[in-house]
């Protein structure tokens, strides 16, 4: 087959003929989005080949594969991604550029797919590049959203969301997959009966069928011919699965299963729906995963030999007794044999240690939506409670260890159950797993717990995203880092070197000039590309503090207001965020964001001090623009709540600075680069725990002794703004300031002022900057990756 990439000419030659084909016109008389899709057809039929490749040679070679469930793959756009990884983009642009075309338009025709909400989306995506990079065999799970999460619009300062539209030109990556559909069953009632041989059988017998369909996308590794799946589950109306009386209802309860991420869970349909598309993307996953293993190796015995499921969160646990369910009723296996195969299969990533995010679904739920799934896990926890009894002598972790518990299925414990290896995403976070939030399970079977830090894929979020900064590493210390990561830590010869420095400067003063045009167009607000740029961008969450900024950036404008000889440097503070739809305390901080920033930015004698940006519909796409423009990477959670955070990576590898607590992935940030080369601020973890373990830090005290905190806080209902923000107010002082925002307010005003410090001095800054880029290497999710292939998953490299 011609290779359509292999020069301009072939290309320029393919892609016009394509445009008459499908579209009857002339290149010139095609519409861009029409441009766009046949560039990215070219790409993915390019694509297929490789996968067509990969799947043989996996076959032959009877390789063992890794799968990756997960709720989220913020995939990004994929088109510059593609044509990078393929080795063809300056192919692409020259023949388009020969054909009148920008190939930068035709990028901005595409939509982030909305399969996400964070970083556990964003997570999954580094790691799919990093496997397919690494020519390791592993592959996604995940639901075809049809509307993603949201769309975020600010009216009269307050989110508003609507449809996230993404796949209005449809997904151009995708293909179709009919001959994999799977049936998936819910409710009903379960028959049992012996057969004659004394075989117990089981039969479901459901009141609600959904067909699951699978679409298929490309993923491509960059420099590797290896190209693995991500395979997306549609919800489709079943085969005679109702009657025409009830077909509407029908029919809108199958497709609200692929409707949005997340769905609004303050109900109970809400939570219900939830629960369904859990169960859906697992059991059509799982049961293609079997088809596609019984198809090569014609038994399941050795299916955890061949197969390694990694459960990203909670969300895809009911992978446990949905193969037991298929081990069991649908292939014969008794509960032991069952159950070794599912434990050496099943891995589990825990990202969270906040008790109330782990998962947990009222028992009357999972029995009247998936009767035979409950069974099953009635007898793991009775097995389990048993074991726990009787092999480790501790009845009294029975209630801290079971899974069904208050009238609860504690999703967690199931995982921990039912998983051969537990890991935490940062060293941190693992520490706390095994010292606190897990603790009773780490006494009864420590070797399954290890700790994976996350990573982010240099390939996007350098190579791609920061072209400028990406040409300098490479002139001076080569391009060895393109393929090896860690090699960035060459550059640590050349920190102190004054040209080096100057030219980082100078290139990040190129990145900010992007930004600043990205935010004129957008907002229509004009910024200063000389101030500092200080961003926060990520989900909008109490525990991660975005309100302890925008208290510091109240408390400053009072200051400068009072005293007109007191002036800040010029700073220019940006924030990104969604909240979720009904998580009222975070759309409470996004509006007071806007009324302060209102205030602030149309203030003539503080403007030129400060800008307050607000930024709407914080995606991929625009956090490529944030973390290479950024002088400064808040990462401010409170300590010891955040698992992990990988923007903080995402920036540090762009040449910001952290200010943040002593949290998360922060801490082995500052190992890397020292605390010289970071500002950290602000209470440790122990320090927290032992001041509320101990009831020593009362709100109340604070408030009523502090003058500066005094006045933000009664700012915030006592006439400053036109609107009071009562349940912020309650938050901090009836709920006893639960993320110690009062108590680190002091300590974050101080590392604020420290970060200007060092920016005026320029050379010390361009210094601190180069070494957080030098040391960034390790938090590639390429080095992730192969410790979990090491430790976990025990997959090989694909020779192609």
């Given at each position: 087959?011609t290779?359509?990439?292999?020069?301009?000419?072939?290309?320029k030659?393919?892609?016009?003929r394509?445009i008459?084909?499908?579209y009857?016109?002339s290149?010139?008389q095609?519409?861009i989005?029409?441009?766009?899709m046949?560039l990215?057809?070219?790409i993915?039929?390019h694509?297929s080949?490789?996968?067509?490749e990969?799947k043989?040679?996996?076959q032959?070679?009877q390789?063992?594969?890794?799968?990756?469930f997960?709720?989220?793959f913020l995939?990004?756009?994929?088109?510059?991604?593609n044509?990078?990884?393929?080795?063809?983009?300056?192919v692409?642009?020259?023949g388009?550029s020969e054909?009148?075309i920008?190939?930068?338009e035709?990028?901005?025709?595409e939509t982030d797919a909305?399969?996400?909400?964070?970083g556990?989306?964003?997570?999954?995506a580094?790691f799919?590049d990093?496997?397919a990079?690494?020519q390791?065999?592993g592959h996604?799970?995940c639901?075809?959203?049809?509307?993603?999460?949201?769309k975020q619009k600010?009216?009269?300062?307050?989110q508003?969301?609507?449809?996230?539209?993404w796949?209005?030109l449809?997904?151009v990556?995708?293909?179709?997959?009919p001959k994999?559909?799977?049936?998936?069953?819910?409710?009903?009632?379960?028959?049992m009966?012996?057969?004659?041989s004394?075989?117990t059988?089981?039969?479901?017998?459901p009141?609600f069928?959904?067909r699951?369909?699978p679409y298929?996308?490309?993923?491509?590794?960059?420099?590797a011919?290896?190209?693995?799946?991500?395979?997306?589950?549609?919800s489709?109306?079943?085969?005679?699965a109702?009657?025409?009386?009830?077909?509407?209802?029908?029919?809108n309860?199958?497709?609200?299963i692929?409707?949005?991420?997340?769905?609004?869970d303050?109900?109970?349909?809400?939570?219900i729906l939830r629960?369904?598309q859990?169960?859906f993307?697992v059991a059509?996953?799982l049961?293609?995963?079997?088809?596609?293993?019984?198809?090569a190796?014609g038994?399941?015995d050795n299916?955890?030999?061949k197969?390694a499921?990694?459960?990203?969160?909670t969300?895809?646990?009911?992978c446990?007794p949905?193969?037991?369910r298929?081990?069991m009723d649908?292939y014969?296996?008794?509960?032991d044999?069952a159950?070794?195969i599912?434990?050496?299969?099943?891995?589990y990533?825990?990202h969270t240690?906040?008790?109330?995010?782990?998962?947990?679904?009222?028992?009357?739920y999972?029995q009247?939506?998936?009767?035979r799934?409950?069974?099953?896990?009635?007898?793991?926890?009775r097995?389990f409670?048993y074991?726990?009894?009787?092999?480790?002598?501790?009845?009294?972790?029975i209630?801290?260890?079971a899974?069904?518990?208050?009238?609860?299925?504690?999703?967690?414990n199931?995982?921990?159950?039912?998983?051969?290896?537990?890991?935490?995403?940062?060293?941190l976070?693992?520490e706390?797993?095994k010292?606190?939030?897990?603790?009773?399970?780490?006494a009864?079977?420590?070797q399954k717990?290890?700790n994976?830090?996350n990573g982010?894929?240099h390939?996007?979020?350098l190579?791609?995203?920061?072209?400028?900064?990406?040409s300098?590493?490479?002139?001076?210390i080569?391009?060895k880092f393109?393929?090896e990561?860690?090699?960035?830590i060459e550059?640590?010869?050349y920190?102190d070197n004054?040209?080096?420095?100057t030219?980082f400067?100078?290139?990040k003063?190129e990145r900010k000039?992007?930004?600043?045009?990205?935010?004129?167009k957008t907002m229509?607000?004009e910024?200063?590309v000389?101030?500092?740029?200080d961003?926060?961008?990520?989900?909008?969450?109490?525990?991660?503090?975005?309100l302890l900024s925008?208290?510091?950036?109240?408390?400053l404008y009072?200051?400068?207001?009072e005293?007109?000889?007191?002036r800040?440097?010029?700073?220019?503070?940006?924030f990104a965020?969604?909240?979720?739809p009904?998580?009222?305390?975070a759309k409470?901080?996004?509006?007071?964001?806007?009324?302060?920033?209102?205030m602030v930015?149309?203030?003539?004698?503080?403007?030129d001090?400060?800008k307050i940006?607000?930024?709407?519909?914080y995606?991929?796409?625009?956090?490529e623009?944030l973390?290479?423009?950024?002088d400064?990477s808040e990462?401010i959670?409170?300590a010891g709540k955040e698992?992990?955070?990988?923007?903080n990576m995402?920036f540090?590898?762009?040449?910001?600075?952290t200010?943040g607590?002593?949290?998360g992935?922060?801490?082995?940030?500052?190992?890397r680069?020292?605390?010289?080369?970071?500002?950290?601020?602000?209470?440790?973890?122990?320090?927290?725990?032992?001041?509320k373990?101990e009831?020593?830090y009362?709100a109340s005290d604070?408030?009523?002794n502090?003058?500066?905190?005094?006045?933000?806080?009664d700012?915030?209902i006592?006439g400053?703004?036109?609107?009071?923000?009562?349940?912020i107010?309650n938050?901090?002082?009836?709920k006893?300031?639960e993320?110690?925002?009062?108590?680190?307010?002091?300590?974050?005003q101080?590392?604020?002022?420290?970060?200007?410090e060092?920016?005026?001095?320029?050379?010390?800054?361009?210094?601190?900057?180069?070494?957080?880029?030098?040391?960034?290497?390790?938090?590639s999710?390429?080095?992730?990756?192969?410790?979990?292939?090491?430790?976990i998953?025990?997959i090989?490299k694909?020779?192609m």
């Amino acid at each position: 087959m011609t290779n359509v990439f292999e020069n301009k000419e072939i290309f320029k030659e393919e892609y016009q003929r394509r445009i008459i084909e499908h579209y009857g016109r002339s290149i010139d008389q095609a519409h861009i989005t029409e441009k766009f899709m046949i560039l990215g057809e070219m790409i993915r039929d390019h694509a297929s080949i490789h996968w067509y490749e990969s799947k043989n040679a996996i076959q032959e070679g009877q390789e063992k594969q890794m799968y990756y469930f997960s709720m989220e793959f913020l995939m990004g756009r994929l088109l510059t991604n593609n044509l990078m990884n393929m080795g063809v983009y300056d192919v692409v642009n020259q023949g388009l550029s020969e054909l009148s075309i920008n190939i930068h338009e035709l990028e901005d025709i595409e939509t982030d797919a909305g399969l996400g909400n964070g970083g556990l989306g964003r997570l999954a995506a580094c790691f799919l590049d990093s496997l397919a990079s690494l020519q390791y065999p592993g592959h996604g799970n995940c639901i075809r959203y049809e509307y993603g999460l949201f769309k975020q619009k600010i009216e009269n300062k307050e989110q508003v969301e609507v449809p996230d539209c993404w796949m209005r030109l449809g997904n151009v990556w995708e293909i179709r997959k009919p001959k994999h559909a799977v049936d998936v069953k819910f409710g009903g009632h379960v028959n049992m009966w012996m057969d004659a041989s004394g075989k117990t059988k089981v039969e479901h017998i459901p009141s609600f069928v959904v067909r699951a369909m699978p679409y298929d996308m490309p993923i491509v590794g960059a420099g590797a011919k290896l190209t693995n799946t991500l395979r997306l589950w549609s919800s489709e109306v079943a085969d005679d699965a109702c009657n025409a009386i009830n077909l509407n209802d029908y029919v809108n309860e199958v497709h609200e299963i692929c409707r949005n991420v997340y769905p609004d869970d303050s109900t109970e349909h809400g939570k219900i729906l939830r629960l369904k598309q859990q169960y859906f993307f697992v059991a059509a996953g799982l049961n293609s995963i079997i088809a596609s293993h019984l198809k090569a190796y014609g038994t399941l015995d050795n299916f955890a030999e061949k197969v390694a499921i990694q459960l990203n969160d909670t969300h895809p646990v009911l992978c446990i007794p949905e193969l037991m369910r298929l081990l069991m009723d649908e292939y014969q296996y008794e509960w032991d044999d069952a159950w070794t195969i599912v434990k050496d299969t099943f891995a589990y990533t825990n990202h969270t240690v906040m008790n109330e995010a782990l998962e947990k679904w009222q028992m009357q739920y999972v029995q009247e939506l998936l009767p035979r799934i409950y069974m099953i896990i009635e007898e793991i926890d009775r097995r389990f409670r048993y074991r726990i009894t009787h092999q480790y002598g501790r009845e009294d972790l029975i209630e801290k260890c079971a899974i069904l518990q208050h009238g609860q299925v504690h999703m967690a414990n199931l995982a921990i159950i039912g998983s051969h290896s537990i890991n935490g995403v940062a060293a941190l976070h693992t520490e706390i797993l095994k010292d606190d939030v897990m603790k009773h399970f780490y006494a009864i079977c420590p070797q399954k717990f290890n700790n994976k830090t996350n990573g982010i894929t240099h390939r996007r979020w350098l190579l791609n995203a920061n072209p400028q900064l990406s040409s300098l590493l490479k002139k001076t210390i080569g391009g060895k880092f393109v393929k090896e990561p860690l090699n960035l830590i060459e550059l640590m010869k050349y920190v102190d070197n004054k040209k080096i420095q100057t030219n980082f400067l100078e290139i990040k003063l190129e990145r900010k000039k992007i930004l600043a045009a990205y935010i004129k167009k957008t907002m229509n607000i004009e910024v200063d590309v000389t101030s500092i740029f200080d961003i926060q961008s990520k989900r909008l969450h109490a525990y991660k503090r975005q309100l302890l900024s925008i208290l510091n950036i109240l408390d400053l404008y009072f200051h400068m207001k009072e005293d007109p000889n007191f002036r800040i440097y010029p700073r220019t503070i940006i924030f990104a965020a969604k909240a979720a739809p009904s998580y009222i305390f975070a759309k409470e901080v996004i509006k007071l964001i806007h009324y302060v920033a209102d205030m602030v930015n149309h203030d003539t004698e503080i403007a030129d001090y400060m800008k307050i940006i607000f930024l709407p519909n914080y995606g991929v796409s625009m956090a490529e623009l944030l973390t290479t423009a950024a002088d400064v990477s808040e990462q401010i959670s409170t300590a010891g709540k955040e698992g992990s955070g990988t923007s903080n990576m995402k920036f540090m590898m762009n040449g910001a600075i952290t200010c943040g607590t002593y949290d998360g992935a922060n801490v082995e940030i500052v190992e890397r680069v020292g605390f010289d080369n970071a500002v950290i601020f602000g209470l440790r973890r122990e320090e927290v725990m032992h001041l509320k373990n101990e009831n020593l830090y009362h709100a109340s005290d604070v408030y009523k002794n502090d003058v500066a905190i005094h006045r933000v806080i009664d700012g915030l209902i006592h006439g400053i703004f036109p609107v009071d923000f009562r349940i912020i107010f309650n938050e901090l002082l009836n709920k006893n300031d639960e993320y110690m925002v009062m108590a680190d307010f002091h300590a974050y005003q101080e590392a604020f002022f420290k970060i200007e410090e060092y920016y005026k001095d320029r050379m010390r800054w361009a210094r601190m900057c180069l070494v957080n880029i030098a040391q960034s290497g390790f938090f590639s999710s390429d080095r992730t990756i192969e410790q979990y292939v090491e430790d976990i998953w025990h997959i090989h490299k694909i020779q192609m």
